[in-house]
């Protein structure tokens, strides 16, 4: 039986399947990151949105806390104050968090996690004395606490793309 250099050699499983033996060696590596880094940084992603999360239940633990509660007042004009955003931003992080960490209603999560990246991202603009110093495309540490958050769509984004599209023909039907 013919063996490709990344998958390992062929071998009849028990049922009288062909299965393909995992790679050893110099192989193994790349092919168990391969298999398990999209999981890897899902949860990893998740775990963070799990903390952050649970930062900001208590008023004043999160550093946080402040300018996102300051975005949501501008965001609604006012109509939704501190003492409520502050705990629905913790329930949405949270819930962004247990879906990433468990895979459950992936493609729900992923969808409540970019609007909530769109938030994040308008800080930039509708705080803008915070975020930038001067004239200049300097942010401030306010700004850059932001502006890291690219990190977190990148994966999100990895994560996405990776994620099977339900559909009648199975998972990788897509319609």
């Known amino acids: 039986m013919p063996d490709g250099p990344a998958t390992g050699t062929a071998v009849a499983d028990p049922v009288g399947r062909q299965g393909v033996r995992p790679p050893r060696g110099p192989r193994a590596i790349p092919a168990f990151c391969r298999r398990h ?22 008023p004043g633990v999160s550093h946080a806390e402040d300018m996102a509660t300051r975005v949501m007042s501008v965001l609604t004009s006012g109509h939704v104050p501190a003492d409520l955003s502050r705990p629905l931003l913790a329930m949405m992080e949270m819930l962004i968090g247990a879906g990433l960490v468990t895979g459950l209603l992936l493609r729900l999560t992923l969808l409540v996690f970019f609007v909530h990246m769109a938030g994040t991202f308008s800080a930039l603009v509708v705080l803008p004395a915070e ?23 990148a994966a999100g984004l990895a994560v996405a793309v990776h994620t099977p599209r339900p559909g009648p023909g199975g998972p990788e039907d897509g319609r």
């Not at 495309?137 to 606490?145: C, N, S």
Request: no cysteine; proline share 4%.
């Open 131 to 153: 975020m930038w110093e001067g004239g200049l495309p300097v942010p401030t540490m306010a700004g850059q606490y932001v502006l890291k958050n690219v990190v977190l769509v």
């Open 37 to 58: 880094s999209i999981t890897a940084l899902r949860v990893s992603v998740g775990l963070l949105f799990l903390w952050f999360g649970a930062l900001k239940i208590l």
